[in-house]
């Protein structure tokens, strides 16, 4: 195998770009002015309601008693106070103000994922009345356990990904779409520097996985292993990301053969993209690798046409990992640190790469048995390079398998993988803060499963395993553990702290979360996976 890079080859290749890239066409022009965009342009806080013309209001179930007696119209006894109902007031028609009250459900059971949801259908409701400007009463009162700061970010949080909206695909124009909310206002007791800070870092967790969002929801046309480079090197240019693209040649140079196999049959080359900041040989490192297939036709394992019709959102995790490293190093979290997208395009063509042969990643030689599991390949470029570089640890996420929407369902949360307690640890907490909720399968090592995916006398390993449908995200993370270490310089292989997750079931609005206001329902990406990264890696640094 080739020489693979080091940390100090990276310090020397790794840097800001000076300029934005040169794009000549102009749908993918429309799109870099826009994905980077903020749904609302203005949040701020405000001390008092002043002259907007919405408010609206959070109404615990005890409290709906105490409202009809203070309201001058009385509140329809319909309105309980129960979780998302909602109903509109005007309780002072002089200046023609409006009232929107949202029933928070029981006061002692309302946590930061209530308070997020109350900010998705405080927008919502705006949007549905009609008003692009809202202003949000923060809940308050004796029993309320979340303090004014968690209240900021949560409500800002779920306001802003509420307020998301692709529509660059509908033939309207903007004076008929529908009312979009532009000004956003929290009522707030003081307007301090900690408020301040958590309204900045709701704002900025928000962008983050609002564009994972956009990324993810660009048609494969418009987003490919061509066009996406492009888009990340602008990000990098805005964000001031260190960054770097190794196009297959050099990786096929340096014994990494999964994004150029994969790719092979698409007009697109694949690469891997690195982004980040890289500024120290010897102090701790930490590496994100995501899936980046922009489409995935199954390659000669074809797909079915409905498997086909949603494969644009195979890139999801590369979004999630660049866009955690925007919000780390933006909120002055972590330094050090590299996200790695692993982007190709799984066509079909004469050039395809086929079953029964046998590639190069790393120190591994693998075998094909199905080229429907390519996205272990790609990320297993990214596993072999990242892990050279001998990092603290390593995390993969990916849209990976089918069998972890079977064994969890659509919506209700990743399959996550990991041997190491403390990253389990830190994953289990940055889940519970964010809601990004994840689902353990210790079992993955077991060696039983390693057995499973072994490639006999044929290669070093398979890329699908002997036990055929079964536990297939189990052994896809196996896959991946199998291809995170290094050679230690007794010659001898170190495994690199390591967790997967496998966040297929969260790729869209479907399921259990079709109905939830931060989201917009079949089709449309959630952009998971950011936020939770973005606070693991801050948990790690603050431990």
């Not at 809940?139 to 660059?168: C, F, H, N, W």
Request: aromatic share 6%; charged share 25%; net charge negative.
């Amino acid at each position: 195998m080739g020489q693979l890079l080091t940390r100090a080859d990276l310090m020397r290749r790794l840097v800001v770009p000076k300029a934005e890239p040169a794009i000549s066409d102009k749908r993918l022009q429309d799109h870099a002015d826009r994905f980077l965009q903020p749904s609302i342009q203005t949040v701020g806080l405000r001390l008092a309601e002043q002259s907007t013309k919405l408010v609206v209001k959070g109404l615990f179930e005890e409290d709906v008693g105490n409202m009809r007696e203070m309201s001058s119209e009385s509140v329809p006894p319909r309105f309980r106070g129960k979780t998302g109902e909602v109903l509109e007031l005007y309780n002072d028609p002089s200046p023609g103000q409006h009232t929107i009250l949202i029933g928070l459900g029981k006061r002692e059971k309302f946590d930061e994922e209530g308070a997020r949801n109350f900010g998705a259908l405080a927008v919502r409701s705006a949007e549905n009345a009609k008003f692009d400007v809202v202003t949000i009463d923060l809940p308050s009162g004796s029993g309320v356990t979340l303090k004014e700061p968690a209240l900021v970010e949560a409500i800002t949080l779920g306001a802003m990904l509420s307020s998301y909206r692709y529509d660059q695909r509908l033939g309207v124009s903007e004076e008929d779409r529908p009312v979009a909310v532009k000004e956003l206002y929290l009522l707030v007791e003081e307007d301090n520097e900690v408020n301040r800070f958590q309204l900045k870092k709701a704002l900025t967790l928000a962008g983050c996985q609002n564009t994972a969002r956009y990324l993810s929801d660009m048609s494969p046309d418009e987003l490919n292993p061509a066009t996406y480079p492009l888009l990340l090197e602008l990000f990098a240019h805005r964000f001031g990301l260190q960054f770097l693209r190794l196009m297959p040649e050099e990786l096929v140079a340096m014994g990494l053969e999964g994004i150029a196999n994969v790719g092979r049959a698409s007009p697109n080359p694949g690469s891997l993209i690195l982004l980040g900041q890289m500024d120290s040989e010897t102090d701790p490192l930490h590496v994100m690798v995501g899936k980046g297939i922009t489409f995935d036709s199954g390659g000669m394992s074809v797909k079915s046409a409905e498997g086909m019709f949603d494969m644009h959102m195979d890139m999801e995790g590369s979004a999630a990992v660049v866009n955690a490293i925007r919000a780390i190093l933006q909120l002055g979290w972590q330094s050090n640190i590299l996200a790695l997208a692993c982007i190709a395009e799984n066509r079909i063509s004469e050039n395809a790469y086929l079953l029964n042969s046998a590639i190069q990643i790393g120190r591994r030689r693998v075998l094909i048995k199905n080229t429907d599991a390519e996205g272990r390949l790609v990320l297993g470029d990214g596993l072999a390079l990242g892990a050279h570089l001998r990092p603290d640890n390593m995390v993969t996420i990916a849209t990976l398998t089918g069998a972890a929407i079977i064994a969890l369902s659509k919506g209700m949360g990743a399959a996550a993988f990991t041997a190491d307690d403390r990253l389990k640890a830190n994953l289990v907490q940055a889940a519970q803060a964010t809601g990004e909720r994840v689902h353990f399968f210790d079992t993955f090592m077991d060696p039983a499963i390693l057995e499973a995916i072994k490639g006999g006398d044929l290669a070093d390993l398979a890329n699908i395993s002997n036990l055929g449908k079964e536990a297939g995200h189990i052994t896809a993370a196996r896959f991946l553990r199998e291809l995170a270490f290094y050679v230690g310089d007794d010659g001898k292989e170190v495994h690199v702290p390591f967790a997967h997750v496998d966040m297929a079931p969260m790729m869209d609005g479907s399921g259990a979360l079709k109905k939830d206001p931060r989201f917009r329902g079949d089709g449309f990406a959630l952009g998971y996976g950011a936020n939770l990264l973005a606070r693991f890696y801050r948990d790690l640094k603050t431990k």
